[in-house]
Each structure stands twice: as C-alpha cells, then as structure tokens.
C-alpha cells in the first residue's frame, strides 16, 4: 500500500503541468504516508492481533503528526520543494518558531524508527544463534545468505528513514532528502518482495522460465 500510494503521488507530480493542491490536497498524502509508514514498521511481529493493533497505533500517530504540522501558520513561499508532501518540506515553510513541535515529532520518530529495528536486532541474534547450531555447512549458508539479503534491506531503509527524520529540520537539503526518500518510501518496499522471492526455489524458476521465453521470442525476431 504504501509504495502504491508513493508511486501515485511521484507519477502525478512528476507528470502534472501546474502540480499545485489544496491545503486538503497536501494533508490527505501526508496523513496516509505517515499511517502507512508508521504501520510498516510496527508489524515486527507476524500475528493478527498486532496487525491491527500496529494499524491503529500507526494512523494515531499520523493524527498527531498532521496537527502538528498543519496548524503551523504558513505565511512565507506556499512551494514544497519534494516530490510528496513530506514532513520537513511543509513545516519549514512555518513563519513561526515551531521548535517544540519538532521536539514532539523527534520522539515520535524514534518510537516508530528505533524501536522496531532494535526488536529486529535482537531478532537476528536469536535467529544467527540458532543457524550456528544448524551441522550442516551447507544449510548454514544457505540460512545465512536469506538473512543477509533481508537484513541489508532492513538496514538501507531504516538508515535512510533515520536520516530524514531523525535531525533538525534546519539540516533539510532538499536534493540530497529527495534522493534518500525515494530510497525508503519506494525502492526498499520493492525489494522485499524481490528478495524473497529470489531466495525461492519456484520464484528462481519461474524467473528462469520467464527470461527463458523473452530470450527465446527476441532470437526468433532477429532471425
């Protein structure tokens, strides 16, 4: 859902001739960015309950972060230099000291951002504890290089997030911040499903069979 909706708002603002929204316009991705985002990355554990306990927990906090942001009186340029309404693009724009809004969304940055990748961490601890105890060298490795893919994953997207939200928002610079946010609200969603999927036994033959017929059809064009 959320690299659906990140893919949407890229492709309509990259394409929009004159790209300019209404107060509602900004708040409504922003509040499903946030909700989704923040839902993301509660769902550490797999389970049902938590599901929608992180799914509530998660829009609460969106609720919290669009008031914040939103009743920041904005009297300077109305242009948000990003590809989505993001957080520090919009309240930067503030014409007020909005410090202890900032402060508030810190924490609330670092519930949602240091809190599950620390459960994570300990996850793979117990999880490498239990590999080692694995006799075979070759089922090791195997464990060993899931993990790996999945945990790089895990550590481009919340190193990315961390750097966006977890600093002041005077240290903002938008080409650098656009880059890095299309790294975690995009490419790293992405990768999951690939990762997975590579790691598989029938994704790794279904990929085959694929290209297999891509090669096979470009060879009889050719000829």
Known sequence: ??????????????????????????????????????TNHFLVPPAWGWFFTSTLCGFLISVVVNVLVFSVPFCASNRINHFFCDISPVIKLGCTDTNQKEMVIFFL????????????????????????KISSVE??????????????????????????YLRPTSLYSSDKDRLVAVTYTVITPLLNPLVYTLRNKAGKTSLRKVLSRYLFAKTLRMS
């Open 109 to 132: 940055s670092i519930l949602v951002l240091l809190v599950p990748f620390v459960l994570i961490f300990i996850s793979y601890v117990f999880i490498v504890s239990t590999i080692l």
């Open 1 to 38: 859902c959320l690299t659906t909706l990140m893919a949407s708002v890229t492709i309509m603002t990259v394409i929009w001739i004159s790209p300019t929204l209404s107060f509602s316009g900004y708040a409504t991705p922003q509040y499903y960015f946030v909700g989704l985002a923040c």
């Open 139 to 164: 089922g090791q490795h195997k464990a060993f290089a899931t993990c790996a893919s999945h945990l790089t994953v895990v550590i481009v997207h919340y190193g990315c997030a961390s750097f966006i």
